[in-house]
């Protein structure tokens, strides 16, 4: 998507010069108020134009982060955090223009606890880094989203992905974090304990906050063993609600898949050929189980049967390394493949989370709402935990086209609503999904603004994100 | 305990019998101000002095509690919201007056979504209450703190329990509530999908605000499946560091423990003379596994290997329903069994959690304490959790012994919290463990504050209680 810069209501221009002219006084190079920099830290993985920051500050620790948030909370300077700009709702816009603080240089992990099942890591760390530095230890950091994300950007939206069924989201991974105030003090939520009752829940309320209450500084997690035996199967199925059903037996059953994924047919066909795959264009279900030897073979074969009580053709599982790596890259690189599909069109991809039962019944009507408008828009979705994605690619120039995305993103978010359900699962509100929220919390949307306005009087974190 | 009634500030009475006064004459015999109703809600299983209310308010629907928050908030007079009175830590005492909010009656289950794994349930629900309530659906509700609390106070101190190590806590389990805000209307904090982003996690911020933030009316809880099998053992040891050791390595090998219980020979002593067992008067785990057939046999028997390494007698394990549930009656009689040990003194029950890999070495060094002051204090612990208790017994009419307790409760604070852990896992900070949070949460004590300002403001909700 082209570059657009459209300010919703830009600060005191003044006042931001002031305070980049003495960040750069203070930290010299670490200030960058080029174009370049500029754009590249407005730009995320987003349907939404991009609304650049007036500078951009790299922060290499902590104390560089408390300085910067003084010197923006003396001027009343917005303050963005951005960590690798892999978000899809704009949560690293600056509507209200400001300084982008990115914490890509904070790249340590910290402190590993392997006796423990816990690290610290700074938040510009991505889950892949973290994951290659924990490889000999027996360890792993189980939330897997799509991109490669920072750990504080994660911790921000409260992300998940394909493994949420299993081992939880950010919400549950996370034991603690440091973050820094509007004040610019550093806090610390909680200690490593696995479980507190010390006060208010701090941690999980810095946890999907966005960046509007701080901004976090080190992130402690939560690890998981890696599993003795991974095994990993496929399945295809004739129609979407045979391919949910069996999704829901499988949860409902008990039984613990680590992963259980869902692809409708035109994902399926964009994974082919951006992956150089050859499955059934049909509705195809991806799973994995962890366990010791005998369990994951038992849990394949249990799925195996209510796969083919639902209809499903031909599951075959393995616990091939090589093959489950394969498949999994196919799968993560879902988004990418479903761009291809149509490399001209600008696109937005859509979460909503329903309740387990409700998922068949959610993605048939959304199907329909699909075909009925003619829209090209691959589902895939983390079904085990009843999330799922709808993938638009439109023309994103017409305002007609526009238009008509947003009536249908809405209309989804109500059939979640209506089902018990939320109208993002994981991708967080940003600025793109603020209205639907405020219809899903109701007056509850008061007691956020009421936290905001105790926290960060002056609006400087991340302004224009999560509600008005 | 006596009653004793030491108001610390109280507020203005003419106030509170005008709010009286209003809710009498709309609600009449729900409103109660005679002494003994006053009494009983001021007395919690807590060491601390009873603090009456100046009338207690029978609430029997939402309704209710949103017109007796108005009449409350209308007057300035504190509101206490009260389940069934066994909070440890002063919870439901009213340092200020004002007016005792008993949800006892609301004890309804709202709804039950098998299909879901998930139910709601009105805050005066007990977790024996809906357990039964639940028999026959396959699914049972997890935590399991020793005392039948209701659900709408499990949330507010964030309470867990011995099936914590496997299920989680109140956190992990509590999808949504509603509550009613101090401008009395009711919010809803979240549906019922499995996970959401959308905006701040008030439901994590409820649960563990002590009544702090709003009253709960209803909890969506999630629900586990019925283990196809369990099977539950017992094991001796000659020290606690053998029997720690054998809990640590336990979780470091990732065996999915559904409880495992520390009893020091102290408690074992308590618990064979109150409950007519005939254990070794050694430290003892209590453990059970939850599973498949196979999979409970297996790590039944995985666990024996390690219980034999760490110096374990003659681990045994059985599938027996009957003997299972013998053991962990007396396991849930722990606290009287030890209150029996010397009938005629006081209590104070404390709780500290710290990483698992500390836990030996913390509890080691707590009993080194004990033994030091000659105290009476059976160590009792949800282990697998690094979470244990220490149940003083001593003279409370005593101001000398008053303050060895206090003394010592504050070095085994000091001491978790050295180690990384925290002052309370789950029995919560009332009025008792005001002074060590602070310590603990340092300059997050001044954002828990602010939040309760901006909620709260004129401090109606529970006052005097987590913070001052």
């Known amino acids: ?24 006084q203070q930290f010299g190079e670490k200030v960058q108020t080029g ?61 209200e223009g400001g300084i982008s603080i990115d914490v890509s240089r904070m790249d340590q992990v910290l402190e590993v606890n392997a006796e423990d099942l816990d690290c610290r890591v700074e938040p510009g760390v991505t889950r892949e880094q973290l994951n290659d530095y924990l490889r000999d230890t027996g360890l792993f950091f189980p939330i897997d989203p799509g991109a490669n994300a920072s750990i504080g950007g994660m911790a921000s939206t409260r992300a998940s992905g394909t493994n949420a069924v299993r081992y939880g989201t950010m919400k549950d991974v996370v034991l603690s974090v440091t973050a820094v105030t509007a004040d610019g003090e550093e806090i610390t939520t909680a200690g490593r304990a696995r479980k507190s009752s ?23 997690l939560r690890l998981a063993g890696i599993p003795e035996k991974i095994a990993g199967g496929v399945c295809s199925f004739e129609t979407l609600e045979e391919a949910c059903n069996a999704v829901i037996m499988t949860i409902q059953m008990g039984i613990p898949v680590a992963r259980i994924e869902l692809l409708d047919a035109m994902q399926v066909k964009a994974c082919n050929a951006y992956s150089n795959l050859s499955f059934a264009e049909t509705p195809l279900l991806l799973v994995e189980f962890h366990g010791t030897e005998d369990s994951v073979a038992m849990q394949s074969e249990m799925f195996g049967e209510i796969a083919r009580e639902c209809g499903g053709k ?31 069109l600008g696109s937005l991809s859509t979460d909503v989370c329903v309740p387990i039962s409700r998922l068949a019944e959610c993605v ?40 008509r995305v947003e009536d249908f993103t809405t209309r989804l978010a109500e059939r979640a609503l209506a089902m018990g359900g939320t109208c993002t699962g994981e991708h967080g509100v940003g600025q793109g999904k603020k209205r639907l929220v405020a219809v899903e919390m109701g007056g509850s949307i008061g007691v956020m603004r009421a936290i905001k306005k105790a926290l960060d009087p002056d609006n400087i974190f991340n302004p224009g994100k999560v509600f008005d």
């Open 1 to 24: 998507m082209a570059i657009d810069d459209v300010r919703t209501q830009p600060r005191d221009a003044e006042s931001t010069q002031k305070a980049i002219a003495i960040l750069k």
């Open 198 to 220: 010390a006060g208010y829940d701090l941690t999980r309320l810095f946890v999907g906050a966005e960046g509007t209450l701080g901004i976090i500084t080190s992130v402690t």
């Open 35 to 95: 174009e370049a920099f500029r754009e590249q830290h407005a730009h995320s993985t987003t349907y939404l134009p991009a609304q650049l920051p007036d500078g951009v500050f790299f922060a290499e620790n902590a104390e560089d982060v408390k300085q910067a948030v003084k010197v923006c909370a003396e001027y009343k300077v917005p303050v963005i955090p951005f960590g690798t700009g892999s978000s899809l709702e704009g949560q690293v816009n600056a509507p």
């Open 364 to 403: 048939n009507e959304t199907q329909k709402d699909i075909e009925k408008e003619s829209f090209l828009a691959p589902i895939v979705g983390h079904a085990g935990d009843g999330n799922f994605h709808v993938l638009l690619l439109f023309n994103d120039k017409s305002p007609e086209e526009i238009a």
């Open 314 to 344: 031909d599951f075959t599982w393995t616990a091939n390394a090589e093959e489950r790596n394969r498949l999994w890259k196919a799968r993560h690189s879902a988004y990418w493949a479903g761009r291809a599909l149509a490399p001209e």
